[in-house]
């Protein structure tokens, strides 16, 4: 077999083409029935206002969220992108697999959302139902890939994104992996948001150390945080 995989990816112009078709051969979502699916947006920090105000500030064609769990911040920023009139793509990067919280059972009902069946978890099926039963499908496109795989794949594609939406890993290690990884696939007045600000010890140490190392203002209050590239973001979001 001659050549790689990477280098036999459809690129085509990747401004103009949506990740869905870049990634995706058929819709993700054919022959999913969300009525297999119960509604659940089970959440946390999903409808804070920081993301409507990003939003409407830079006017995103594409968003990146890295940990999407149910999809509440997903439909809601959806639902903000639909009511603005904007072209938006929002691209959701997560394993669906649940993260060590939820597998030690941390808080109520984590464990039982993984879904498991057969050992595996069915929380990407909740996240699918979630979004058809909203009506978002036409905006928001799943990536279930690891971070670092999913940054990797963006990377080589070269895809740029106007809003990094971080809420993934709650170790200090792979939230400033995620830190890193995804400000470089920003566009150059882009911004990102990250959650879990001084909540999570880990996220908070890390986020300190990627905005002191990158010599960028840093802006938060318990639950969230924004670092923007020369937007003029931070200030106009009220945090």
């Not at 990740?19 to 029935?33: A, C, F, M, T």
């Not at 279930?144 to 993934?168: G, N, Q």
């Not at 923007?228 to 979001?237: F, H, N, R, Y």
């Amino acid at each position: 077999m001659s050549g790689s995989t990477a280098s036999r990816l459809p690129l085509g112009n990747q401004m103009t083409q949506t990740l869905r078709e870049i990634l995706h051969s058929v819709s993700p979502y054919d022959e999913i029935d969300p009525e297999a699916w119960p509604d659940d947006l089970q959440g946390w920090g999903s409808d804070h206002p920081v993301l409507g105000a990003a939003i409407e500030k830079l006017r995103p064609k594409r968003i990146v969220e890295v940990g999407s769990w149910k999809g509440r911040s997903a439909i809601n920023m959806a639902r903000i992108v639909r009511s603005l009139g904007l072209e938006c793509e929002i691209v959701c990067v997560d394993t669906w697999l649940g993260s060590p919280e939820h597998w030690l059972r941390a808080g109520p009902g984590w464990y039982e959302s993984l879904a498991l069946k057969n050992g595996y978890p069915q929380l990407y099926y909740t996240f699918m139902g979630n979004v058809i039963r909203h009506g978002f499908q036409d905006i928001i496109t799943p990536m279930p890939m690891t971070s670092e795989s999913a940054a990797a794949v963006l990377r080589h594609l070269k895809v740029t994104f106007d809003i990094a939406y971080i809420d993934a890993a709650h170790e200090y290690a792979p939230a400033k992996r995620d830190f890193v990884a995804y400000w470089d696939l920003l566009s150059e007045n882009g911004a990102m948001i990250g959650d879990d600000y001084i909540i999570w010890p880990g996220v908070t140490q890390a986020a300190n150390e990627f905005a002191l190392e990158r010599q960028l203002k840093i802006v938060g209050e318990p639950g969230k945080f924004v670092v923007s590239k020369g937007s003029g973001l931070t200030p106009a979001i009220g945090l």
